[in-house]
């Protein structure tokens, strides 16, 4: 597990945190800004929708891992969802752990970069979203390992 939080935490900078830093050291805090702006939307569907598929991911990820032992008769539907699922959620995992990094980032450049302006209560919002996002990328890459190694295993 803690092996999973650190390589989590590496891809989440990596795919979110070092664009940003790239961003803001080759065109400053409006350059930063435009991207900041481009990367985080302000689409309520687009947020709840990442938030469907992460939900369905547990639940089915839940029943795999938990209850569910296919019968021969249903092995073949339930492969069917497992893979359509994986796939969605290997497409959600990067969005969150672009998200993750632009979140947990972004507060970190502006306390280092502008010390004098810093205001906590305007990054706050920020860091709790970027580590709830930390926390589904790490549930969802650990599920996703458990998928394929049991996929592998039933095949």
Known sequence: MKSRLTIE??????????????SY????????????KNLITSNNFLTY???SLFVAFLIVGSLNWLIWKPSESSREAWRV???VLHE???GALGLIRVAAGVLLTFPA?????????FKIEKVAHLILYGL????????????????????????
């Open 88 to 90: 969605t959620g290997s």
């Open 81 to 83: 969802i497992t893979t």
């Open 25 to 36: 050291m080759l065109g400053g805090a409006e350059n930063l800004g435009a991207m900041v």
């Open 49 to 51: 929708y990442l938030v």
């Open 109 to 117: 450049i502006w306390l280092i970069a502008e010390p004098e302006n």
């Open 132 to 155: 709830i996002a930390y926390g589904e990328c790490v549930i969802i890459s650990g599920w996703h390992k458990d998928m394929q190694r049991k996929a592998r295993v039933h095949r």
């Open 9 to 22: 935490a590496l891809i989440i900078f990596l795919l979110g945190g070092v664009p940003l830093i790239a």
